[in-house]
């Protein structure tokens, strides 16, 4: 069956500091592929997607990339603030109404 | 519309009682979803409704959970004779009928089976 698997945290930064999520899944044909996020005391919010190969996702400084040879969604940013402290997902979708495959979560803790 | 309400928000009951959660979904969002999340994990999916007919469930909803989504509009989640396994955060989704639109989140019910 399809599954996403995600780097496990805490993942620990100092602010303006680079950050990498490494997501990869598996799922038969062309899925779309989603990072939510989930700030403390908040439900979950879409940060960004990608519908097809190769497409790049952007959103608050946060980028992803659908990378279909390597099967994996990557998400990064640049220069993180404190306020990025959250729960990040990764969640892939295989049929057009949308039922979501979501990996375990990274939580990302950004120290001033 | 201020998005996907979810009631109550946290729900304490002992083994063996049953639990009803609701959702109200975003006006006019024609497909519903509920989610289970266990702490440290990512929300597991258990069931999804098109307008009021549910078009599928997960083999995780056992025979002790039941949802319904009269007149298509908001939904119940029934648990019945709560075992502590059913800990966990319950989320609802909704969505408009339209391919590759995102699933807008409520905040969760969070129920504790003591």
């Known amino acids: 069956g399809d599954s996403v698997t995600q780097m496990e945290g805490p993942v620990t930064l100092s602010e303006e500091a680079f950050l990498t999520i490494n997501c990869t899944y598996t799922a038969t044909g062309y899925p779309s592929l989603f990072w939510y996020v989930q700030y403390p005391g908040e439900g979950l919010q879409l940060l960004l997607k990608?519908?097809?190969?190769?497409d790049k996702g952007s959103n608050k400084g946060f980028e992803a990339t659908y990378r279909k040879e390597t099967t994996s969604f990557h998400l990064e940013k640049g220069s993180v603030q404190v306020s990025d402290s959250a729960v990040y997902f990764c969640?892939?979708?295989?049929?057009?109404?949308?039922?979501?495959?979501f990996g375990a979560g990274t939580q990302v803790v950004v120290t001033p | 519309d201020t998005g996907v309400s979810q009631d109550p928000r946290h729900k304490i009951t002992k083994r063996g009682q049953n639990v009803t959660f609701r959702c109200d979904p975003i006006?006019?969002?024609?497909?519903l979803y509920w989610y289970r999340q266990t702490l440290g994990q990512g929300p597991e999916f258990l069931t999804y409704f098109q307008n009021e007919a549910q078009l599928e469930k997960s083999r995780l909803l056992s025979d002790r959970f039941s949802a319904e989504r009269p007149k298509g509009s908001f939904s119940t989640l029934e648990i019945q004779r709560t075992e502590q396994g059913d800990s966990a955060m319950y989320l609802c989704?909704?969505?408009?009928?339209?391919?590759?639109?995102?699933?807008?989140f409520g905040q969760g019910t969070r129920l504790t089976v003591v």
């Open positions: 006006s006019e969002h024609n497909r």
């Open positions: 969640a892939l979708k295989r049929n057009s109404w949308g039922k979501l495959q």
């Open positions: 989704a909704s969505s408009p009928r339209l391919e590759d639109t995102e699933a807008f």
């Open positions: 990608a519908t097809k190969a190769d």
